[in-house]
């Protein structure tokens, strides 16, 4: 289960409130995002996206009506809170639960400003129910409401067991059962609030493609039988040989909590403290012990085993109570493939935002990297120069290989004549076979597309993919020309409208000839052709030309070529600003028989 960052992200806009955002920064833990003018909106929304918690130091309006069309469901946005270039107030304006009062209070005592608290139950109660503190967990949050609203009209209510956090309520205080025992605010007539600390691990060890509900169950009996609650959980952990299995983070979805592995000597130390080790599964996998081991191993040094595995036939189980030590493990890493479009931040999917957002580490070729403008600012890069794209998928994998979450980030669609192909040659190979290592084949893969050049570019000239087309690369690098020219042949052949990639590079300047040459013989000299260059940034070109006035000088590496179908036209217009210096290319649907009979 993906756990959201909670790193504040400082958001300046203007150079007068740099300062600011730079103290804040540093004060809160944060990282500073200087957004300027260009693409703005866009780079807010990633940070929302991705579940950032957002201190713009900006006016309150700015962010409003940039995240208003985000808003949905209350429950699951960040913390967004405005301070004013002054420092004078904080203003929580989304999440006020979700840590946005917590953040504007801490950011006002800084300053010395005000924090602008709206909510009934904080200014009434000095505490958000329903917010607990890290570490602890409300079972009903449902229900918080009713009670803050009783205790604000001068409810009576009682307190079972000790939490500083809600030193400040008003009620009658009385002693847990134990010191494991919730914490439970009693108001008469209203469901009673429980909160859980959270300070169980669940170890867990599964066969390769357990059965999710299978593994799920056992874990609800284990801690059931137990009289364990699910809300005490803290974390599910185990081997990391079991990082990519599916019933694993199933489970860990299930209960909420993230999913953490453990490399088999970290789990073989534990043996000394293990109830049921297996030479068996040492023989297998190294350790004496998976989910006794995960369990322990998370739980730290001063933690305990209070439940021993529990197994099925395919699973086993076993939950440990966290001490003041605990050991983290490792998340799942994960490479996301994302196709930012051709370069402007308005073609780029709200997916492929979030997902650079919460990158880790970004990985690709530097022009690309460098169209993500102040989204990318803070994020560690790893470049890598046209040709190396092999080096570039190895290195994303191999980095998500140690639990980090990769941005490979591609141009147009990261699918179509790009890197997703070769990601997946790559885990697709043995190791030994030019493959990569068995750790970075269990990372999470995500596929995010984005705006071809060939869609951006029949687009911005009107619709010349209209009917059939196809897609061919010229690059002879890595096909063979013979392939090359055979495919031509058949796409002329069909009379399909194609879109040229990789046309020309300084060794290469004969193939988009030889393909001229070869589709003069199956489609008319004045058949409409699309040079596109830089689409969707400040140098973008369109330029039209016709089969027998294609010439290969004034095509270069960053142009895509659309030639279009024996049935395809251009048209003038009278707006010289549109389509191609005026010109409409497009290729019929064949509704022609239609519109003349509506005459």
Same mark, same amino acid.
């Given at each position: 289960m993906p756990v959201p960052d909670k790193t504040p992200a400082i958001v300046t806009l203007t150079?007068?409130?740099?300062? #600011? %955002?730079?103290? $804040?920064?540093?004060?809160l833990g944060g990282d500073l995002h200087r957004l300027g003018a260009r693409g703005v909106a866009d780079q807010l929304r990633g940070l929302f996206a991705a579940s950032r918690p957002i201190v713009g130091v900006c006016a309150a309006g700015i962010l409003i009506r940039t995240l208003a069309p985000l808003l949905g469901d209350k429950r699951a946005e960040p913390a967004v809170v405005a301070v004013a270039e002054d420092g004078s107030a904080a203003v929580p304006l989304l999440g006020g639960h979700h840590g946005a009062n917590a953040l504007a209070r801490r950011i006002a005592d800084l300053l010395g400003g005000a924090a602008a608290i709206t909510t009934a139950g904080d200014l009434? #109660? %000095?505490?958000? $129910?329903d917010e607990p503190p890290e570490g602890w967990r409300l079972e009903n949050p449902e229900d918080a409401k009713p009670v803050a609203r009783a205790l604000l009209d001068g409810a009576t209510a009682t307190l079972s067991g000790e939490a500083a956090w809600l030193g400040e309520l008003a009620v009658r205080r009385v002693a847990a059962p134990d010191e494991h025992a919730p914490v439970v605010l009693t108001v008469a007539g209203l469901p009673s609030l429980v909160w859980r600390r959270q300070d169980l691990a669940i170890g867990v060890g599964c066969a390769r493609n357990a059965d999710t509900e299978g593994l799920i169950s056992l874990a609800g009996r284990t801690l059931a039988e137990a009289g364990l609650s699910p809300f005490a959980v803290s974390c599910v952990v185990s081997l990391d040989l079991k990082a990519d299995e599916a019933a694993v983070h199933a489970l860990a979805a299930h209960l909420g909590v993230p999913a953490r592995f453990f490399p088999a000597d970290v789990l073989e130390a534990e043996t000394p403290r293990l109830e049921t080790p297996s030479d068996v599964v040492f023989t297998e996998v190294g350790c004496h012990g998976v989910s006794e081991g995960a369990a322990l191993a998370a739980a730290g040094p001063d933690g305990a085993l209070i439940v021993p595995k529990q197994r099925t036939t395919e699973a086993t189980c076993a939950v440990a109570r966290i001490g003041s030590a605990p050991q983290q493990g490792r998340k799942r890493g994960k490479v996301s493939v994302v196709g930012i479009g051709p370069g402007d931040a308005g073609w780029r999917t709200p997916e492929a935002?979030?997902?650079i957002a919460e990158a880790d580490e970004l990985v690709g070729y530097g022009l690309y990297l460098d169209l993500l403008g102040p989204l990318a600012a803070n994020t560690p890069r790893k470049t890598f120069a046209l040709g190396e794209e092999e080096a570039r998928c190895r290195h994303a994998l191999e980095s998500a290989a140690q639990g980090r979450d990769v941005a490979l980030v591609c141009s147009g669609d990261g699918g179509i004549f790009a890197m997703g192909a070769l990601v997946a040659e790559l885990l697709d190979r043995d190791p030994d076979k030019g493959g990569v290592s068995d750790a970075a084949r269990r990372v999470e893969i995500v596929n995010a597309p984005g705006i071809s050049a060939l869609q951006a570019a029949s687009a911005r000239a009107g619709a010349l993919l209209g009917h059939d087309f196809c897609a061919i690369s010229l690059s002879d690098l890595l096909t063979p020309r013979e392939a090359i020219v055979k495919r031509l042949r058949a796409a002329a052949e069909g009379d399909?409208?194609?879109?040229?990639?990789?046309?020309v590079s300084r060794r290469r300047r004969t193939l988009l000839e030889e393909a001229r040459q070869i589709l003069l013989t199956h489609r008319p000299a004045g058949t409409p052709v699309l040079l596109a260059s830089n689409l969707g940034r400040p140098d973008e070109r369109l330029t039209r030309r016709t089969l027998a006035t294609l010439q290969t000088g004034e095509v270069d590496m960053l142009t895509v070529v659309l030639i279009g179908a024996s049935q395809s036209r251009a048209f003038p217009t009278g707006d010289r600003s549109a389509g191609a210096g005026g010109w409409r290319l497009y290729t019929p649907r064949g509704y022609a028989k239609k519109l003349e009979n509506a005459e």
């Open positions: 150079a007068g409130a740099a300062p #600011l %955002g730079e103290r $804040l920064a540093v004060e009434g #109660l %000095g505490v958000a $129910l935002t979030r997902l399909f409208v194609i879109a040229f990639y990789n046309p």
